[in-house]
DNA sequence: AGCACGCCGACT
DNA sequence: GTCGGCGTGCTC
């Protein structure tokens, strides 16, 4: 039953994608005013749903008009120019394909918050309002407050209604007519503005200054305020001085008086302004520095130039401390010198690190940084950067691929082995690595590849003559390769009267390096005091409540943690449930590992790094400011003291049960042990000195092990790659995993167990595996199953064989009986 | 995902 | 009688 008529040949449509997680696009209408303002990637402002107001994108534009709906009008087109680059909605649709998920999902990840406007809703008088009668004396006091106010926001309104229900209290005045509701758009996003303030140009004379300061002979603070002006901006010297002023806050840190400040503002002697600025210090380019490359990285930065002519992607394997970063400056520098852009990808934990600093001293200011503990202004103004083509070079984490380079050249993925580059909650659940080499593909721009331990997956395509290799194993200088030991832990127990989780082994090596003044780092890949606590007299262990996982001890706050959902609750002076003071802590994380150390070395300096201890912005860096000065004898931590740091004086490492990487129940875990026990044996020793590794194990024997020792990658790689084949593993095949989850457990198996018939069918049995019980079968009360599917390569059609499991997935989701449960998939799990 | 609508139990 | 619990359905 639509008008159709009121269509005419010129008016448009849009398809407009919203940030939500529906897979049909949205078709608005054009108000024929804003006909000549519409363009494909420009953001438009629309109604959505009943009361919500969203911010979208313009996918298409066309004239067909919807046949079953009537189109909403939009509201507002935002941008002039669009915001997205040329590739970006093809890459959008490629991903929610690749990865089973949603456009909207997509879009939402990858514009900054601050490019999505929200809509706020506010409150105001109706202006009609004729019945106070009807009001309650609270409503009535409130309706006195709001009109002084010509309108309020929800939060607003708590300053001034305390904790009573709002909506309720809203909701009743909406009733009776008082007020009305209306939404208020605001754009997220504001520039920096900087208070400034400078003498009015009147003064700026010889004559006229000195005139000024007489005539304030009686006031002196106000005169004090003004030589303390002129001692700052000495104007007399050079006029100009005096129009770029000072900030309000410098002269104001001077310790003179606000109120004399303020009067000379008045007075008109003082003037203040405010300046755009940008959130990014500026370094002049005469303090860039430049680089030296040693003959070896000379060759590898010309190796790699020279394989990117036969292939689109290289790997660099280059061992730790080899210097790659100097090759990868050089190879930017002369793809920035062709005049692309570049962008280089680093995991979250490396990038706030040296690293940026070290490039942002030879790319200064044309180089971006995209940082997920950036503010959202901040990110927003490296996205308007890189359209308005004034950073050239972005280094960012993950989600920096999304950033809208309309000229990409080269992109460079260091670390490329991290499993942080997989996203893994919300959708889309993509990887960076592989979604950059799509994107690269698509615009005709090269891709390197670098770590010390590539990916199973990447070396085996270099090998496979898919991507170039080249190789780097020689540390930069004089550098050698740490010496790696293994301890055997259950030996040194029985040897060692007192029961202590340290070796003698390490504790004599700690004990050395105190004594030469060195630095020591304590690897231990677990959080807290330790994994659980246990009595002794019942055996109860303390597990979550709404988790099947036990407790963590944190012995800082004395509290029980669940690192699943986050429960947090008092650690119990006796037994729960038999009431005996018998309780022990058992196991060891980083938090008892310091503990022990301060009794073992009580001189020593000992800094703690993980998760807890670097939750502030600035935490992180001011640990690793703290180690470089020379402040830390032992720095403990998780697997943030694994990565890309890089202390000239750290001369030992230790590692703390490596066993629990090397059996972890999981087809990457051998991978994942090698890498992690390769990465931080590389923070050990740069520069002459030679480092030493000591790893703690009850299976010095292990195969892996003797890997790591002998710095063996090849040998590694060799021995996995037949098992990946031999069972069918990536890079073997594709591997998808589609999670359920429900509060009931036999709900969510049979979901699963459906899901996996369904899929059967026309995939065969033999490439369905589960459902199973995730390793983690509870959490948050949902109960998880996991179906897993394993698509061979080269034989399936994978686009369609997406394109079913999409399918089954929504037609489950149609049915009643699994209507609730929710359905999870995620593609190349790692 | 949100959010409104609507249908059943425990309270002023 | 009503408040409010969360199952269900829809979003251009």
Known sequence: MHDHSVYT?????????????????????????????????????????????????????????????????????????????????????????????????????????????SSQSRIQINPTFDSPELLSIEEAEFLITLEKNDSLSYDELKK????????????????????????????????????????????????????LIESLEKSTKQQEVIMSYIQLIPFHELQE???????????????????????????????????????????????????????VQERVSAELLEKLEESNTALLHG???????????????????????????????????????RLRKVFGDAMGVYHSKFSDNERVEVWKGVLEDKFSFVVGVRSAVFLPFENLGLIIIDEEHESSYKQYDPAPRYHARDTAIMLAHKV??????????????????????????????????????????????????????IKSDFGITLQDAIKGNLEKQEQTII???????????????????????????????????????????????????????????????????????????????????????????????????????????????ILVGTQMVSKGLDFDKVSLVGVFDADRMIYFPDFRSGERAFQMLTQVSGRAGRKEKPGRVIIQTNSPTH???????????????????????????????????????????????????????????????ERILGPEKAIVERVRNQYIFEVWIKLEKNKLNIAATKAFIRDQITEMTADKKYKSVRFVPDVDVV
Request: include cysteine; glycine fraction near 6%; proline fraction near 4%.
């Open 523 to 633: 690897f231990q890949n677990r959080r807290g005091y330790s994994p659980y606590l246990n009595c002794e007299e019942c055996n109860w262990i303390g597990s979550c409540h709404q988790c099947s996982v036990s407790l963590t001890y944190h012995y800082k706050d004395h509290m029980l943690i669940c690192h699943y959902c986050g429960h947090k609750e008092r650690t119990p002076q006796v037994c729960p449930t038999c009431g005996s003071g018998k309780i022990k802590s058992v196991g060891i994380g980083t938090e008892k590992i310091e503990d022990d150390l301060m009794v073992l070395f009580p001189e020593a300096r000992i800094v703690r790094m993980d998760l807890d201890t670097t939750r502030s912005k600035n935490a992180y860096q001011q640990i690793i400011g703290e180690v470089e000065s020379g402040g830390v004898d």
């Open 319 to 357: 061992v730790t401390g080899s210097g790659k970063t100097e090759v990868y400056i050089d190879l930017i520098k002369k793809a920035l010198e062709n005049g692309v852009q570049v962008l280089m990808l680093l995991p979250e934990i490396a990038l706030t690190t040296q690293i940026v600093n």
């Open 241 to 295: 001085k005096n129009s770029q002023g000072i900030t309000k806050k410098d002269l104001l840190d001077l310790g003179i008086s606000p109120s004399s400040y303020k009067t000379l503002v008045d007075k008109e002697i003082l003037e203040e302004y405010e300046l755009t600025v940008s959130r990014f210090g500026d370094i002049g380019k005469d303090e860039l520095e430049g680089i030296r490359l040693s003959t």
């Open 9 to 117: 040949e010129e008016t448009l449509f849009l398809d407009v994608i919203l940030p939500v997680p529906i897979p049909q696009a949205f078709t608005y209408r054009v108000p024929r005013d804003l006909n000549d303002f519409v363009l494909i990637g420009a953001r438009v402002i629309v109604s959505f749903g009943k009361n919500r107001v969203m911010t979208g994108l313009i996918a298409r534009i066309h004239h067909n008009a919807p046949e079953n709906y009537k189109a909403k009008y939009i509201d507002e087109i935002l941008d002039e120019s669009p915001i997205i680059s040329s590739h970006q909605l093809w890459l959008f649709q490629w991903m929610a394909d690749y990865y089973l998920c949603n456009v909207g999902e997509v879009m939402n990840i990858a514009l900054p918050s601050g490019l999505k406007v």
């Open 703 to 765: 195969p892996l092990l003797k890997m790591v020792v002998e710095n063996n990658y090849h040998g590694f790689y060799d021995k996995e790659i037949i098992e990946r084949e031999k069972y069918n593993y990536p890079p073997f095949s594709r591997l998808i995993r589609v999670t359920t989850k429900h509060f009931d457990k036999a709900l969510s198996h049979a979901a699963a167990g459906t899901l996996a018939q369904r899929l059967a069918t026309k995939l065969s049995k």
């Open 444 to 497: 005709g721009a090269k891709v390197i590849l670098g770590s010390a331990t590539p990916s199973i997956e990447s070396y085996y395509h270099a090998k496979e003559g898919k991507y170039g290799l080249v190789n780097l194993s020689e540390r930069f200088g004089d550098a050698q390769l740490p010496k790696v030991e293994l301890a055997n832990i259950r030996e040194e127990k029985a040897k060692q009267k």
């Open 160 to 211: 001034f209604l305390g904790d009573i229900d709002i909506a309720k209290f809203v909701k009743s005045l909406i009733s009776k007519h008082a007020v009305i509701l209306y939404d208020a758009v605001k754009e997220k996003y504001s520039p920096k503005k900087l208070k400034k303030v400078r003498l009015k140009r009147v003064y700026e004379g010889q004559e006229e200054i000195l005139n």
